[in-house]
């Protein structure tokens, strides 16, 4: 039962440097989102998509894409990183549809800008 | 824009004694969800209340939602060394698919 996977687990990157997290589910679940967590704040929505194809702004989206071109897949970019976006990272998904049932989550991406 | 503070955002507490969590939120929703995070681990869902005086309970942990008050609860009986971990609550927008998380409250329950 793989569940929901994150591709890395930790990263240190340079100012400036550009990266992609991967997100992958195995539940064929229709929404993926992304969350950053910094200490203190809570989860914060940095984008989400409905389907694949399909993606929509969170809470948080400046600094970061998007896509989703498959249904299992949902990756994270960052174009040009700062130290700013040095986070915890987590991916989750659900079915539509499915409010009766929680968001399920990776086990997170420890990125670190220098 | 929804809004979702919970209260107190730390917490300790002796081993046996009981006490609650309280989750409030801003705008009109009845999709709530209590979340456990262990230090550098990911999120565990624990409850997800539906409707208006949805409880549900698990072990010692028992949560409740009051939608007219806007109020979540999370009690704790009989606190365990165990129960030590970072409580969640989580709203969902009426128009569905986002969550909006509140802050966290981080319970250290002591010998």
């Known amino acids: 039962n793989a569940g929901v996977t994150q591709t890395p687990k930790f990263r240190v990157l340079k100012t400036g440097q550009s990266m992609t997290l991967l997100c992958a589910q195995d539940?064929?679940?229709?929404?993926m989102y992304w969350y950053r967590q910094d200490p203190g704040m809570g989860l914060r929505l940095i984008h989400y998509?409905?389907?694949?194809?399909?993606?929509a702004k969170g809470e948080v989206p400046d600094g970061y894409n998007v896509s989703r071109l498959k249904k299992q897949n949902f990756l994270l970019g960052l174009e040009s990183a700062a130290p700013s976006q040095t986070s915890v990272y987590f991916c989750?998904?659900?079915?539509?549809?499915?409010?009766?049932?929680?968001?399920?989550f990776g086990d997170g991406t420890r990125l670190s800008i220098l | 824009e929804l809004k979702v503070e919970q209260n107190p955002l730390f917490l300790s507490m002796q081993e046996g004694k009981n006490y609650t969590i309280y989750c409030n939120y801003s705008t009109t929703s009845d999709r709530l969800y209590w979340y456990r995070q262990d230090p550098g681990k990911s999120l565990e869902s624990l409850f997800v209340?539906?409707?208006?005086?949805a409880v549900k309970q698990e072990g010692r942990l028992m949560a409740s939602l009051d939608t007219k008050a806007r109020l979540s609860t999370l009690h704790i009986t009989a606190a365990v060394h165990d129960l030590s971990a970072t409580y969640f609550c989580?709203?969902?927008?009426?128009?569905?698919?986002?969550?909006?998380f509140g802050e966290g409250t981080q319970l250290t329950v002591n010998p």
């Open positions: 989580a709203v969902e927008e009426t128009s569905g698919s986002r969550l909006t």
């Open positions: 989750a998904s659900r079915g539509a549809g499915q409010s009766h049932q929680p968001q399920h």
């Open positions: 998509s409905v389907g694949e194809g399909t993606t």
């Open positions: 539940m064929n679940h229709e929404y």
């Open positions: 209340l539906l409707s208006n005086g």
